[in-house]
């Protein structure tokens, strides 16, 4: 049974890993990590990895750049660049407020729609730009790992 298992989980990792797809997966992982939608990353990953037929462990383990220590600041940025971008000025706020934030997603009080539509705008163009980055790195590093290998 482990070695059942232990033989999946190889496959997994080494399907779909020519460079080209890795560097897609890790940069829509990325896009969809900056995403303010928590429990749905996985069901996102997994559908986009059979649209584009990409890695789906690749691009779930990018999508978890929003794990519990980084979500705060994550949820700041968006909510930040958000508000900079709905209505041209920027609005303070700390990590201590992108956790405040999430725990108000929980009880929907207050002015949370429009702060969350701010902040699911700002996360959306942060998760593109970050995702092109990471992507176009993860692209150059497989090609360049693949020619020394080659070579």
Avoid: K
């Amino acid at each position: 049974m482990r070695a059942r298992l232990r033989e999946i989980l190889r496959r997994l990792a080494a399907e779909r890993t020519d460079p080209r797809r890795l560097g897609l997966a890790v940069g829509l992982g990325t896009f969809v990590g900056w995403l303010p939608l928590y429990g749905l990353h996985l069901p996102i990953c997994l559908g986009l990895a059979a649209l584009f037929r990409l890695n789906p462990a690749i691009l779930y383990l990018a999508a978890n750049i929003s794990n519990p220590l980084m979500a705060p600041a994550l949820v700041a940025s968006g909510l930040a660049f958000g508000e900079w971008l709905r209505f041209g000025r920027w609005r303070g706020v700390d990590t201590a407020a992108g956790r405040d934030f999430l725990d108000q997603l929980r009880l929907w009080s207050g002015q949370v729609p429009d702060l969350f539509l701010s902040c699911l705008v700002g996360s959306a163009v942060l998760g593109v730009l970050t995702g092109v980055l990471a992507g176009l790195a993860t692209w150059r590093w497989a090609a360049a790992r693949r020619a020394a290998r080659e070579a």
